[in-house]
Nanobody, 115 residues
Framework: QVQLVESGGGLVQAGGSLRLSCTAS????????MGWYRQAPGKQREYVAT???????NYADSMKGRFTISRDNAKNTVYLQLNSLKPEDTGVYYC?????????WGQGTQVTVSS
């Protein structure tokens, strides 16, 4: 079992930035594909970005150029840098980890962008 704990959410004005962190409880982190998803109020959870163990990255089209995913294997942590935030970026951001066919989720961290 792997526990994922997110942090870094908060309230920010439009145009501002936040950096989200997600730390894994086990040292298998370096072998895990990691990702971020988000869920806006009243909407389904949507894909944001992923990063593979070899640090290849992929982004949802609407987040390209504004969000950056990265990882620090020494700290068992994946990051999501959020820049140029918009009110429509408001939601709960979830960390996801995949390993040996298993899917792990964090509890989520709230991001609220005011206009």
């Amino acid at each position: 079992q792997v526990q994922l704990v997110e942090s870094g959410g908060g309230l920010v004005q439009a145009g501002g930035s936040l950096r989200l962190s997600c730390t894994a409880s086990r040292n298998i982190f370096s072998a895990m594909a990691m990702g971020w998803y988000r869920q806006a109020p009243g909407k389904q959870r949507e894909y944001v970005a992923t990063i593979t163990p070899d640090r290849s990255t992929n982004y949802a089209d609407s987040m390209k150029g504004r969000f950056t995913i990265s990882r620090d294997n020494a700290k068992n942590t994946v990051y999501l840098q959020l820049n140029s935030l918009k009110p429509e970026d408001t939601g709960v951001y979830y960390c996801n980890g995949q390993w040996l066919g298993n899917n792990y989720w964090g509890q989520g961290t709230q991001v609220t962008v005011s206009s």
